[in-house]
């Protein structure tokens, strides 16, 4: 089992920035205007053949992806401070060290596309389109918030973002039914459903598989395996910890989930097998999170600090990318420490605007409980106590 | 409700409650190419229960799906489909079944606008088959009125008779929020008359709304599916001893019309109410519970009582099981003992 644990984590930190294979150097600027870079093979299964291993970073999307990155990964650890300070309450799921995920699977669709997700939610709030502002001021429970402070950390939703979602593993057939939409009106749209390696052994999630795979629904199937689900190691849980097989009938392809381009490159085969009619796919993205499960979890009595810390240094995402533009004269440090400071000022003003805020006026707890019907009333803690419920 | 087309006249037609639940989604089919039924065996078995018959064969595979044994799977995929725009009705072969997707109901379908704070609405109906049936013992004749109707965001209706089934459904079908329609397989199969608006393809019966369905003076009796013919039966026979029930077939579980309860309890001074389904925290214990908090209390001249299931599982031996429904005679006696005859 330790075995196991070892070799995935020892997957996770293979990820090493690449050589470029070829330069394009524009003489106006010093900056290269792209760069090729190899990427690692995905392990595939059921497949022929998987994505290239190779790809063009422009520098205009790796700026891109750094400053998404980076501003998920500020994002989240203002969350942790706000936690800390009790602005926060309940459930705070983070996903630092996370972000090549959501911010490559986001660069491998189109903004048409569906995508839906776990509690884990924070970063793909970003990348389909909430800003830090509505998300912080969602955490700490305000109007501002992009459900109006009535769903929290687990409950964010956007145009063609489904959440966020509480019970573990529910988003599975969830997203197969979107995936049924897109099939159903005809529209070449796909749907992404992202799960963790916790979920990956509910029952709907299979059930999910077998009617995709039935009814060859345009389902990407995403698992999230950053190793541990809440305090269980993958060994400790699964059968089978090759995420990626366990579709069974459906193919699959393992990626390193720490290396944005390996998730952007993955992303667009898979997106392209299901728009081309052949049914859903499974994609197991190797990642991994620093904090603990939630913020009750320190993170560190089921996994060694050395670990974390190894992680960190070794196969951190930012840094991954960072390094690969630096080194390639896709952007100079200066350039991307500028970007950091303009990312800092987000996250300050969004976190200055969270805890300012004021909360819901309780005259509308009682609102949105039904849809498109006329206002009525809600009773409260006592037979007294009456809401209005307006749609 | 539609108004009556005054140009054509036809007979009122004797309809089963089966053939209305049919019509009902077959009209909304044509109107609406987003609504689609899915569930065990609806289609190429023409439904379990007949419900669904000629549906496949006229509307095909994109329209009706039959699925497989997966009901957590299916529901869920249901509620994905709604959230993304389109107007499922998910039948469950049973409510019993329900059990193995009711996270899905609950969690992703009836709070989901709730928490988006308006963003996403579910456009959904959960239908099929709820409560007591005939011989099929414990586990497959529960009855989940309490259980839905528990929960905010959800709209429960649950049809008496073909009427009420027609226009339930239609209405259901075309509400923006997810509805749970409970039915009864022992109704499928009786034969009501078809009043004329109920043949309009625009039929609906308003959801949170009861219907009187026998004026009286004496006594209110409440109910919902099944029960309601059972109370009308009692009331029959009472009415030859002098003693006039007022009948109200509730047609919606949530939300509860207690505006028309309230209304005849002040009439009558006395209330009964009747289901199927267990007596510990049910629909009649809801009924009680408002009327003592609201402005009928003080016109009450007895305690009111609930006519229940008894509070067992459903046991399979014919003597067991009609002991374990509420009777005619049950009802009957619970109106007496409450007027204190």
């Known amino acids: ?391 | 409700m539609a108004a009556v087309s005054g140009l054509v006249r036809r007979p009122l037609e004797q309809v089963t409650v089966r053939d209305a639940i049919n019509q009902g989604m077959d009209e909304e089919l044509e109107r609406d190419e987003k609504v689609f039924l899915l569930g065990e065996e609806v289609a190429q078995y023409d439904g379990a229960y007949k419900v669904s018959r000629g549906l496949w064969k006229k509307y095909g595979d994109k329209r009706i799906i039959d699925t497989p044994i997966s009901e957590m799977g299916f529901a869920g995929i249901a509620v994905g489909a709604a959230m993304a725009g389109l107007r499922p009705i998910c039948e469950f072969m049973t409510f019993n079944f329900s059990m193995q997707a009711i996270d899905q109901v609950i969690n992703s379908a009836a709070k989901t606008y709730y928490m988006s704070a308006g963003l996403q609405p579910v456009p959904i109906v959960f239908r099929g088959p709820n409560g007591a049936s005939a011989g099929v013992a414990a586990q497959h004749s529960q009855c989940f009125a309490a259980w839905y109707g528990h929960c905010p965001g959800l709209k429960v209706v649950s049809p008496w008779n073909a009427e009420d089934a027609k226009g339930l459904i239609k209405s259901a079908i075309r509400d923006n929020n997810p509805v749970v329609m409970l039915e009864n397989e022992l109704m499928y199969g009786v034969s009501f008359e078809f009043p004329l608006e109920a043949q309009s393809k625009d039929f609906l019966i308003p959801i949170g709304k009861a219907k009187i369905e026998r004026q009286g003076t004496h006594v209110t009796v409440v109910a919902h599916s099944r029960p309601v013919g059972h109370c009308l039966e009692a009331a029959t026979v009472l009415s030859k001893e002098g003693i006039e029930c007022e009948v109200i077939n509730l047609r919606t579980i949530r939300p509860m019309d207690i505006d028309t309860i309230e209304a005849s309890v002040m009439k009558t001074n006395h209330l009964v109410t009747v289901e199927g389904g267990w007596p510990q925290f049910g629909v009649g214990a809801e009924i009680c519970a408002r009327v003592m908090e609201g402005p009928a209390f003080n016109f009450l001249d007895a305690p009111a009582v609930r006519v229940t299931g008894a509070d067992v599982p459903m046991p399979y031996a014919k003597v067991l099981e009609d002991n374990s429904v509420p009777q005619v005679k049950d009802i009957i006696f619970a109106i007496k003992k409450t007027l204190n005859i």
């Open chain 1, 1 to 391: 089992m330790r075995k196991m644990l070892a070799a995935a984590v020892s997957r996770v930190l293979s990820g090493v920035p690449q050589k470029p294979t070829s330069r394009v150097l524009v003489a106006s600027c010093n900056y290269s205007k792209d760069v090729t870079f190899e990427i690692k093979k995905c392990d595939l299964y059921r497949l022929e053949e998987g994505p290239p291993v190779a790809t063009v970073l422009t520098r205009e999307d790796g700026l891109k992806y750094y400053k998404a990155m980076q501003t998920i990964r500020r994002m989240e650890l203002k969350a942790d401070q706000l936690y800390k300070q009790k602005f926060i309450r309940g459930f705070c799921h983070l996903c630092d060290g996370q972000e090549a995920c959501c911010v490559g699977l986001e660069a491998g669709i189109n903004p048409t596309d569906h995508v839906i997700t776990s509690y884990r939610a924070h970063g793909f709030c970003y990348t389909r389109g909430l800003s830090v502002r509505s998300i912080l001021a969602e955490l700490t429970g305000r109007r501002g918030g992009c459900a109006k402070g009535k769903g929290g950390s687990m409950h964010m939703y956007s145009k063609n973002f489904y959440g966020g979602n509480g019970i573990v593993g529910a988003q599975a057939p969830l997203g197969a039914g979107i995936a049924l939409a897109c099939k159903y009106k005809g529209n070449d749209e796909i749907a992404l459903t992202v799960y963790g390696d916790g979920a990956a052994n509910q029952g709907q999630i299979f059930e999910a598989y077998n009617m995709a795979a039935l009814w060859k629904l345009p389902c990407i199937f995403i698992c999230e395996n950053n190793l541990y689900a809440m305090g269980t190691a993958i060994g400790r849980a699964a059968a089978s910890t090759d995420y990626y097989k366990r579709g069974n009938f459906i193919p699959g392809l393992r990626v390193d989930g720490m290396d944005i381009l390996c998730v952007r490159e993955a992303t667009k085969f898979a997106a392209d097998y299901c728009r081309s009619g052949k049914g859903p796919i499974v994609m197991e993205m190797q990642t991994y999170r620093y904090h603990g499960h939630s913020m009750s979890d320190p993170g560190v009595s089921y996994r060694t600090r050395e670990e974390i810390h190894s992680v960190r240094s070794k196969s951190d995402p930012v840094m991954l990318l960072k390094d690969r533009m630096v080194n390639n004269k896709l952007a100079s440090i200066e350039e991307l420490k500028e970007i950091d400071v303009e990312v800092r000022k987000e996250i300050d003003d969004a976190a200055q605007f969270a805890t300012t805020d004021p909360e819901p006026p309780l005259e509308e707890i009682g609102h949105h409980i039904y849809s498109s019907g006329p206002p009525f009333e809600v009773r409260g803690a006592n037979p007294w106590i009456k809401f209005k419920s307006i749609s």
